[in-house]
């Protein structure tokens, strides 16, 4: 893929008249009111049809599953094509239509892709890649629509980048489930989620290096769960994070995903970084949305204020940080195309490729919208003027997800592994 | 029931428009170019007409250049079933464009024809019009309501007039314009822009409707508006009472 075809400008264009109509008159409110993001991010998901094309998804890839466990594994896997290759036709348009709206979203509102992502990104494929099919139909689904908001639940207070070492919270058995207790912080969409996926060990007494790690799916409501208020922060207001209490959380085994303790490989900490890996792969995208934003905003910007008699955008200053922006959008769409490719053709990156991917595109939303703020003077640090929220919005992409410093040692110990 | 709606391409109406220097048009690089917005708001009339009366359906024609295919398959996405592009690269007057279409329903003999009361480049408002006089329908111009009977044989067209709402009827076939406020157009899908792929997209050239040289209108030059002169502001009730008399000569 080179270039967006018709069919993928044409959403485009349909995304942006919707953000124009939907989104920007109510910006204000979003970023700075105390409205959440998700009756919007529901009106978007039903008009494009979001909504029945996941259902549809959905649907085949249960019904397989379900002829795959009923037949016992061998004859259905030699006489159907399994699902990578039904997808892996080189069709580009399924994960560029997913892209899409990501990177339309994040020109004005990045907050509300780190909203859905988590919900119907993260929390639905933690659910999906872990659980039963019974689980999945009752917990992924209305995830995947928007009808359910969820949350992935993973840092604590005293743990981030290390998340499994220092892991306070706990799992013990009961009777024929367990009792749950923990607190977990900076959690997205944590004070609404009607789903959490609550990540912690099974304590049986030995030392906590050794834990298993599991998750299991909560649902609001739930006696000794928490779910504070909105967190105060930076940016992002239009994403709400969290911090989640349980205190003697009983839950029966029905709700721990895969419903075994050794779901290994698909659980465990495979399962958790599998999940992270999905999750950087979304950066490429919202940082190409921030960028593009940023440039036509200040190629604007640069055309129309005049200073010592003419146009900024005449001294070369101002021509270097328009010139850099654009190489970090070309960058971007770069990577973003290839994220499609690979999608289309069945393949995903590895590790540590993700890493880099999400590395690169964090530093340059960051910076792209630094030097937009820049370029706008003291406009630029006013509210009234989008870099300056974009500039806020995009720093998390260099902590949430993985930090950078975290990315970096993993590209690292890649490169010096071979 | 069959519906025809023609559509055109235009500029976006969002976008700013520059006239050449030598007044022969409008500057087209970089312009965005979409469906006109009347003829959007006849394209969701008639998908409307076509999910609550089940078996409709809803035919494309756009006459203009190749890339027009654009607007046409954004049709399809919206939920069209059919599209047809007679080409030409050369702008049509409105008669002409007319004369057209009347080739077009002749040998699709559609039900009704749902057109855009005009279209926002040259605001002509005459191609639906000379159309029905030429076919010899009846026509319901500036719709903001279309209804149908039980039968589907007649349509009621509630239409916006000078000092109030007017309603007509006719039985079909006809020709009903819409007006601004009859819907709000729908966005394209992404299942209606998966399988707006497959849909016919038909091309002919517009020397197979022997119209060649009949344009009876001819756009000698394009200017753009004067600029508004700037504001001024003053300081008493009295002395723009004053200027309301003496410069403006309003009172
Ligand atoms: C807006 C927002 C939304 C979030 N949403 C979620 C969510 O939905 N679910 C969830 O579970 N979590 C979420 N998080 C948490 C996020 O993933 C963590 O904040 C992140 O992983 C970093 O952990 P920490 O904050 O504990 O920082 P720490 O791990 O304490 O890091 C502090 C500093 O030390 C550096 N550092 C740490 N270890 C090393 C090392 N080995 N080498 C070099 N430097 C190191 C870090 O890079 C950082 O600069 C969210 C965070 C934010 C800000």
């Not at chain 1, 834990?211 to 006696?223: E, N, Q, T, W, Y």
């Amino acid at each position: 893929m080179i270039e967006w075809n018709e069919q993928h400008l044409m959403l485009q264009d349909a995304v942006r008249k919707f953000v124009d109509t939907e989104i920007k008159p109510n910006l204000e409110e979003l970023e700075h009111g105390d409205t959440p993001p998700y009756d919007v991010l529901r009106k978007m998901v039903r008009t494009f049809g979001i909504d029945a094309m996941q259902r549809m998804r959905f649907e085949k890839q249960i019904a397989r599953e379900k002829a795959l466990a009923a037949s016992g594994d061998g004859a259905v896997a030699a006489s159907e094509p399994p699902r990578k290759a039904v997808e892996g036709d080189g069709d580009t348009m399924g994960p560029a239509l997913q892209l899409i709206p990501i990177i339309e979203l994040c020109r004005y509102c990045p907050g509300m892709v780190t909203a859905m992502g988590v919900s119907a990104g993260l929390t639905s494929a933690a659910i999906l890649s872990k659980g039963t099919i019974r689980q999945k139909e009752k917990w992924a689904l209305p995830l995947l629509t928007l009808e359910k908001i969820g949350s992935w639940a993973i840092t604590e207070p005293g743990s981030g980048s290390d998340a499994f070492g220092s892991m306070q919270s706990s799992a013990k058995r009961r009777g024929d489930g367990y009792v749950l207790n923990g607190s977990k912080t900076f959690i997205t969409n944590g004070p609404y989620a009607d789903t959490i996926v609550f990540i912690c060990k099974l304590d049986e007494g030995n030392e906590p290096r050794e834990r298993k790690i599991l998750h299991f799916v909560l649902d609001r409501g739930m006696p000794g769960l928490v779910q504070s208020k909105p967190l105060r922060k930076m940016g992002m207001h239009s994403s709400p994070t969290g911090q989640l209490f349980l205190e003697d959380v009983f839950v029966e085994r029905e709700r721990l995903l895969g419903e075994s303790e050794d779901a290994a490989g698909r659980g465990g900490r495979a399962g958790a970084k599998a999940t992270f890996s999905m999750e950087r792969s979304g950066v490429a995208a919202m940082a190409l949305g921030i960028v593009s934003q940023c440039l036509e905003l200040c190629t604007e910007y640069a055309r129309t204020r005049v200073q010592f008699g003419r146009p900024i955008g005449e001294f070369q200053l101002i021509q270097a940080k328009l010139a850099k922006m654009e190489v970090a959008r070309m960058n971007l769409q770069n990577l973003v195309f290839r994220q499609i490719e690979l999608s289309a053709h069945g393949k995903g990156m590895s590790m540590a490729e993700a890493s880099a991917c999400k590395l690169y595109s964090a530093g340059a939303a960051v910076e792209v919208a630094l030097e937009a703020v820049q370029l706008f003077g003291g406009n630029g640090y006013m509210a009234e003027y989008q870099v300056e929220q974009l500039a806020r919005d995009a720093k998390v992409l260099q902590i949430y997800g993985g930090t950078d410093e975290i990315q970096i040692s993993q590209i690292a110990r890649s490169l010096l592994s071979h | 029931m069959k519906i025809l709606v023609p559509i055109k391409r235009v500029p976006d109406p969002q976008t700013n428009i520059a006239v050449k220097p030598d007044g022969s048009g409008i500057v087209t690089d970089n312009v965005k170019f979409v469906i006109n917005p009347f003829c959007e708001i006849a394209l969701e009339e008639a998908l409307r007409v076509k999910e609550q009366q089940g078996g409709a359906e809803v035919v494309l024609v756009s006459i203009g250049p190749k890339v027009t295919q654009e607007q046409l398959r954004t049709g399809l996405a919206m939920g069209a079933d059919r599209a047809m592009l007679v080409v030409a690269e050369e702008e049509l007057d409105p008669a002409t464009a007319a004369t057209v279409l009347k080739k077009i329903v002749e040998a699709e003999s559609p039900d009704l024809v749902l057109a855009g009361k005009q279209s926002i480049d040259d605001d002509a408002n005459q191609v639906g019009q000379i159309l029905a006089s030429s076919l010899d329908w009846p026509q319901a111009t500036f719709a903001s309501k279309v209804e149908f009977s039980a039968d589907k044989k007649e349509v009621t067209v509630t239409r916006e007039v000078d000092g109030g709402l007017e309603q007509v009827a006719f039985a079909l076939p006809g020709i009903v314009t819409t007006d601004l406020r009859l819907n709000e157009p729908r966005y394209a899908s992404l299942p209606g822009i998966m399988k707006a792929r497959k849909k016919e997209l038909k091309e002919v050239p517009l020397a197979d409707y022997g119209v060649a040289g009949a344009a009876k209108v001819k756009t000698h030059k394009m200017a753009p508006p004067p600029k508004r002169s700037a504001g001024r502001k003053v300081e008493t009730v009295q002395e723009l009472v004053g200027l309301l008399h003496t410069e403006a000569k309003l009172i």
